[in-house]
């Protein structure tokens, strides 16, 4: 699955040279052409769904709500509530430090305080949601540390101490996670943490730098979804774009095969997608495309995950080399997705016996002794309504986990209570209550163990939630 980064821009090169599209096209059967435009609309996902998200989480003229200019961060400071809807699926483990990097004009440099002991990951997600590096706790430590993200096409001196990190594109996408209890104490020290994430322009560093007002466009829509903006482009508009960002965000030399068979269609990286000249076959083939590729996208829901005990989950995430279907399944459900050796996320709509959970019942998962999630960051289990947020309730609580004040049983064993009114004081630390009506259970594994027992490899099976009969 390891996609290599090591750009070729002779492939490109090559596919300019292919011959005429229009030309090529004239020998495509229908059935030919409906299936590189459907093959095409999966692989172009992920880079025109990338590049919306952009477009929304920019368009602002400083830091606030979730939203920053491109270039600065945007540092959460508390946690959701469950009055909070601008993203599903929100979490109370790791407060997020986002950004948005254009490396066409120069590097970024990121300087990263010594941490202490705080977990926290930086992963940076190419323009084809590629996770291609990830500064953290697991791979370089907590100490003090400096980078410049350069792009495909740069080259250059650095300065002593700075350490590069290429990206493929020159879209990167910075999605930090600092990890913090949420006690007003943690909160404060978290903080003062994040604030010393300094994020700038290369030609800046070491010098005094003050980020400028980023520019408002009243053209972007900040209130439909990006997910349904972008369902909504027409196959012209859409394909367009994907031509274009391609320029800027070269394919990997690994997807060579599918840009030639682009190229039979009229899409080659850099150029105009013209519709006009389309054979009548591939315009008609094209048309067909979203719907088709949608239909392939959901269907890989049944092979891109596993499910066992009624948890849903994959490890298929962060790096898909030429799997192409897997990286637009999990960009249409899960954006911005880790590395599965930096976090897993089995999620789960039913219980033991296969029916949806309902407030109307008392749940209990239980972990045997030395079982609980094998992890070497930390887990937790989330409770969310029907529609992926979180549940409004007496203690505020939206997770549970170690931070917790568990009560393990005589045996060493733990059960976790889930429903809707407390299953006494001394049970509240291992309650995590539950809405009247329907719900979502979400596990995270931060850092999950690489040794067995492990989910990565199986080796560690999730236990179920059985409906409790008191």
């Not at 300019?16 to 096209?25: E, H, L, N, Q, Y």
């Not at 109370?92 to 430090?97: N, P």
């Not at 031509?243 to 030399?253: F, I, Q, T, Y």
Request: with cysteine.
């Amino acid at each position: 699955m390891t996609r290599r980064f090591v750009m070729c821009f002779a492939l490109v090169a090559t596919v300019f040279a292919v011959a005429s599209p229009t030309a090529r096209a004239e020998g495509l059967t229908e059935a030919e052409a409906t299936q590189i435009a459907t093959d095409a609309y999966i692989y172009g996902y992920p880079l025109v769904t990338m590049e919306y998200t952009r477009r929304v989480m920019t368009n602002v003229a400083e830091p606030k709500d979730n939203h920053a200019p491109m270039g600065q961060f945007y540092k959460a400071r508390v946690y959701p509530d469950a009055k909070f809807r601008d993203v599903t699926a929100p979490n109370a483990d790791t407060l997020y430090s986002t950004a948005w990097l254009d490396l066409t004009k120069e590097p970024s440099t990121l300087s990263l305080p010594d941490m202490g002991d705080r977990y926290f990951l930086m992963p940076m997600l190419d323009a084809w949601t590629n996770v291609f590096e990830v500064p953290g706790t697991r791979t370089t430590g907590n100490k003090a540390q400096t980078y410049a993200i350069t792009g495909p096409g740069w080259k250059g001196e650095l300065p002593a101490g700075v350490k590069e990190l290429k990206s493929p594109t020159n879209m990167v996408w910075i999605l930090g996670r600092t990890y913090c209890t949420g006690t007003p104490e943690d909160y404060k020290a978290c903080h003062a943490v994040m604030d010393k994430y300094d994020l700038r322009p290369l030609s800046t560093y070491g010098k005094e730098y003050k980020a400028v007002a980023g520019k408002v466009d009243p053209a972007i829509d900040m209130k439909t979804a990006v997910r349904e903006q972008v369902g909504k482009l027409d196959t012209t508009a859409y394909f367009k774009l994907v031509a274009a960002l391609m320029k800027d965000n070269p394919p990997a030399s690994d997807d060579a095969p599918i840009i030639t068979k682009l190229a039979k269609i009229g899409i080659a990286p850099g150029k105009e997608f013209d519709s006009a000249k389309l054979a009548p076959v591939v315009a008609k083939a094209i048309a067909k495309a979203p719907l088709l590729a949608d239909a392939k996208i959901k269907a890989q829901f049944k092979i891109g995950g596993v499910l066992e005990n009624g948890w849903v989950f994959t490890v298929k995430t962060g790096l898909y080399g030429t799997d192409y279907a897997q990286r637009a399944f999990i960009t249409a459900i899960g954006l911005g997705a880790n590395r599965p050796q930096d976090a897993v996320y089995p999620t789960s709509e039913e219980d033991s016996e296969g029916k949806k959970y309902s407030g109307a019942n008392k749940y209990v998962i239980h972990f045997e002794k030395g079982k609980l999630p094998p992890v070497e960051g930390f887990w937790s289990i989330t409770m969310y309504d029907s529609q992926y947020f979180f549940v409004e309730n007496p203690l505020n609580k939206s997770s549970v986990s170690r931070r917790n004040d568990l009560k393990f049983n005589a045996d060493g064993s733990l059960d976790l209570y889930i429903q809707n009114e407390s299953p006494g004081k001394e049970k509240e630390g291992n309650w995590l209550p539950a809405p009247k009506g329907d719900f979502v259970l979400m596990m995270r594994m931060y850092h999950p163990s690489s040794k067995a027992p492990s989910i990565i490899d199986g080796t560690w099976k999730i236990p179920p939630v059985k409906k409790s009969g008191s």
